[in-house]
């Protein structure tokens, strides 16, 4: 079977063919991402972690983030050995492990602020939620492939996708969860886009979206004062607006080139979250604008690349899946930046590879290990340098 043949395929499951080596751009980009992460953490932590800590230990936070960058790098290695076949088989038990985890954290998780998303386990904690990302890209993408060219029609390209987000964003929102609640619906969208849904049907969806959203911020106080801080921040920049006019000051304070790696001012317990949610508004302050733009621009080459590997998987199944993890990705950023810098309301969206959290980030790493296992697939011939071009010689003399 040669290239295009196979590309046309659903699933390309041959064993005999040798896996190259994974890809070195995607893999270099995603550690300096996370190695410049780890280190923003340890900068924006060690305030708070030096005041609420018993023992005053101003490295809790950003000792603890290393240990699971240092395992993430071990997971996302070992998931790219994998190959997309196992991904495959599996993508329905992980669908409803993270469901069955969702309705265990209602009634059993820890509760924050009046909402039950995590569970906690030997002083770690972590959120079904992001389990819950994976596997609806997993689950979808083998869906697509099933209904083949059925995907135009309501019954197939419509019916069952959609059933599974309301399953999801049914828990999620008794959590209750408006952030991993609205990045499931994109997911699911941008999955169905991949899989070949009419446009139409978007429209539609569109629609009941934002309906759906109104309701939940009417209904929910928390999402309606989000609403209300997000439109006039400075209304109430002691309530309400606090924790966005902070951010932004420290946007402000970083000015063009910034105040230097560890002179951030904000953190020093004057903005919330700012080593998880708000990390970003501290590489502001401390890099500038400058330095910001070039974080930027790492995450986009990144994307770019994710993108790229997808248009050139061998079967249809690597590529829905790396095109949903490099979706799920850019999701991510973009929503982050938008919160920190109030282009959208706030909605505790964490910045890849930099918000504190170590079970997030270890789930943010088997996916870039996804990713790479996809890349080990990809035909040799398709990474030949631009221009240069196997001779042929002939019996002509040549």
């Not at 896996?19 to 992460?37: E, K, Q």
């Not at 240092?70 to 997971?75: K, P, S, Y």
């Not at 539609?204 to 106080?221: C, E, P, Y």
């Not at 932004?248 to 949610?277: F, M, T, V, W």
Request: glycine fraction near 10%; hydrophobic fraction near 50%; include cysteine.
């Amino acid at each position: 079977m040669d290239y295009a043949e196979s590309r046309l395929a659903d699933y390309t499951d041959d064993s005999s063919v040798a896996r190259r080596s994974m890809d070195v751009p995607f893999l270099l980009i995603t550690l300096l991402l996370l190695t410049i992460g780890v280190v923003m953490v340890l900068s924006s932590s060690f305030a708070r972690a030096y005041y609420t800590t018993e023992n005053h230990t101003a490295t809790y936070f950003f000792s603890r983030q290393l240990i699971f960058a240092i395992a993430g790098v071990g997971v996302m290695i070992f998931a790219s050995f994998f190959p997309i076949g196992f991904y495959r088989r599996v993508s329905g038990m992980v669908l409803f492990f993270s469901i069955v985890l969702m309705l265990l954290v209602l009634v059993g998780g820890k509760k924050v602020n009046g909402a039950r998303r995590w569970f906690e386990l030997f002083g770690v904690t972590f959120q079904p939620s992001e389990i819950a990302k994976i596997a609806v890209i997993l689950f979808d993408a083998m869906l697509i492939c099933r209904f083949k060219g059925k995907m135009g029609t309501f019954k197939y390209g419509v019916v069952p996708f959609v059933a599974v987000a309301l399953i999801v964003v049914g828990l999620l929102i008794l959590e209750p969860h408006l952030s991993a609640s609205i990045i499931i619906i994109l997911i699911t969208a941008a999955m169905m886009f991949l899989g070949g849904t009419r446009l139409f049907w978007f429209v539609i969806g569109g629609v009941a979206v934002a309906g759906g959203l109104f309701l939940a911020v009417s209904v929910l106080d928390y999402s309606s004062d989000r609403i209300t801080a997000w439109l006039d921040p400075f209304a109430d920049t002691s309530d309400t607006g606090y924790q966005i006019v902070q951010s932004l000051y420290a946007i402000g304070s970083g000015g063009l080139s910034g105040l230097g790696l560890g002179n951030s001012r904000q953190k020093y317990l004057y903005l919330p979250e700012e080593h998880n949610d708000f990390i970003f508004s501290v590489v502001c302050e401390e890099f500038g604008f400058i330095g910001a733009v070039l974080i930027l621009v790492l995450f986009a080459l990144l994307i770019v690349r994710g993108y790229w590997l997808a248009l050139h998987c061998r079967d249809r199944y690597s590529f829905l899946v790396c095109g949903g993890i490099t979706s799920l990705l850019a999701l991510q950023v973009i929503l982050n930046i938008a919160v920190v810098t109030n282009l959208v309301p706030c909605t505790g969206i964490s910045l890849p590879f930099f918000s504190y959290g170590g079970t997030a980030l270890l789930i943010q790493l088997a996916e870039m290990g996804i990713v790479l296992s996809i890349s080990r697939d990809i035909p040799e011939k398709k990474f030949v340098r631009p221009g240069v071009r196997k001779t042929n010689k002939t019996a002509s003399g040549q």
